[in-house]
């Protein structure tokens, strides 16, 4: 029996799963980084995308790989231009609008669960931060990949 790809469902299976832990390691890879430096490696970064692209170019249908491909950037581009512009916006550091937009990639057809989950690792994640380092509560910087991954890997993973 052939897959959508052409290729026999057993080599489509393998490589599928093959993609998604190579995803999963780049995540982690990325939140461990983010976790110690407070920095975004945007190679990583870009090795996250480039599979998380081959996987929806082999998987997915034209439309939704178009439709990750617009969230994306529509999410990259609203945060790079609205970084530092739009009162009330928390100011990034430079990889965090890409961060932002190769996880809106991720979770395209489900934006709002990931914007909801996402929302709430974050307020407990800069609570936890607040309270380690002695500050009123939510009134520490945070890692924003962290709880931003976490969130997109369990909407990516379940949905």
Do not use: Q
Not at 48 to 57: I, M, P, Q, Y
Not at 80 to 103: E, H
């Amino acid at each position: 029996m052939e897959g959508l790809t052409g290729i026999p469902t057993a080599a489509t299976d393998w490589l599928g799963a093959l993609l998604t832990s190579g995803m999963v390691v780049a995540s982690s890879r990325l939140f461990l980084i983010d976790l110690r430096k407070l920095e975004i490696e945007l190679e990583t970064l870009a090795a996250l995308f480039a599979l998380a692209f081959l996987h929806s170019c082999l998987f997915a249908a034209l439309f939704d790989t178009i439709l990750r491909l617009l969230s994306g950037v529509l999410f990259w581009a609203a945060l790079s231009l609205g970084n530092g512009r739009i009162p009330g916006l928390a100011k990034f550091g430079a990889g965090g609008p890409a961060l932002i937009g190769v996880v809106a990639f991720l979770v395209a057809p489900a934006i709002l669960f990931w914007a909801v989950l996402s929302c709430a690792f974050m307020l407990a994640t800069c609570a936890w931060y607040s309270i380690l380092r002695g500050k009123r509560l939510f009134r520490s910087l945070f890692p924003a990949a962290p709880p931003s991954l976490a969130a997109a890997l369990c909407v990516y993973m379940f949905h």
